[in-house]
């Protein structure tokens, strides 16, 4: 079945980059997302990247695609406490419109 | 854009009252979707819409809950009779195909917590 697993808690210094990681088993997965939930707050796509892609970036935002392994990250550059959020890591396939997001990594982020 | 707006934000009510959740997507899109967040089983898609039809409700937990769209700018769900077990944050999210199959905004959600 469809499954998307991440890491529930990540800590880094303010400063330091920041990489969640993310697996899923979907092998007909094409779209891969990351969005962000501040509290409080609903969930924000941040970006998102192509089965055909091995990366993209998008100014400090650094998302890598392992296909063969099924693995996904999320690098942030230079984290900052307005980083502090939770990190949903998701899939869907062309022909499908039902997402499946991962349970979210929650990112501290110390000053 | 307004995006998407829910209502209420907050709502707190008894044991075996019915609540309505309140969902106004964005203007042209043509998917809605509910959800519902706790922390112990993170974020389930309840229900979604094409066009205003149910496309997939097999997240619906049981009968008491149910979902309508009468109209491309609303939505509802309802939880006929509540139990404590419901309370958790529900969001709607709304999507237009074309931009990426799973491109979803989501709305501001709705606390709900049944005492």
């Known amino acids: 079945g469809e499954d998307v697993e991440q890491s529930l808690f990540l800590s880094v210094r303010e400063g330091d980059s920041s990489v969640i990681n993310c697996t899923y088993t979907d092998s007909s997965s094409t779209y891969l997302y990351w969005y962000k939930q501040e509290p409080g707050a609903g969930l924000q796509l941040l970006t998102y990247?192509?089965?055909?892609?091995d990366m993209k970036q998008d100014q400090r935002l650094t998302v890598l695609l392992n296909k063969k392994d099924k693995h996904l990250s999320l690098r942030i550059a230079d984290t900052q406490t307005g980083d502090s959020a939770i990190y949903f890591c998701?899939?869907?396939?062309?022909?499908?419109?039902?997402?499946?997001f991962g349970a979210g990594t929650r990112l501290f982020v110390k000053a | 854009d307004a995006g998407v707006i829910q209502s209420p934000r907050h709502e707190v009510t008894e044991m075996g009252q019915e609540v309505t959740l309140r969902c106004k997507p964005i203007?042209?899109?043509?998917?809605l979707f509910w959800y519902r967040q706790t922390m112990m089983r993170g974020l389930e898609l309840l229900i979604y819409f094409n066009n205003n039809v149910p496309i997939d409700d097999s997240g619906m937990p049981e009968d008491r809950f149910s979902a309508k769209m009468p109209n491309a700018s609303f939505s509802t769900l309802k939880i006929q009779p509540s139990e404590p077990r419901d309370s958790a944050v529900y969001f709607c999210?709304?999507?237009?195909?074309?931009?990426?199959?799973?491109?979803?905004?989501f709305g501001p959600g709705t606390r709900l917590t049944v005492t």
């Open positions: 998701a899939e869907s396939r062309t022909g499908g419109f039902k997402t499946i």
């Open positions: 999210a709304s999507s237009v195909r074309g931009q990426g199959a799973g491109e979803q905004y």
């Open positions: 203007s042209g899109h043509d998917y």
């Open positions: 990247i192509f089965s055909n892609m």
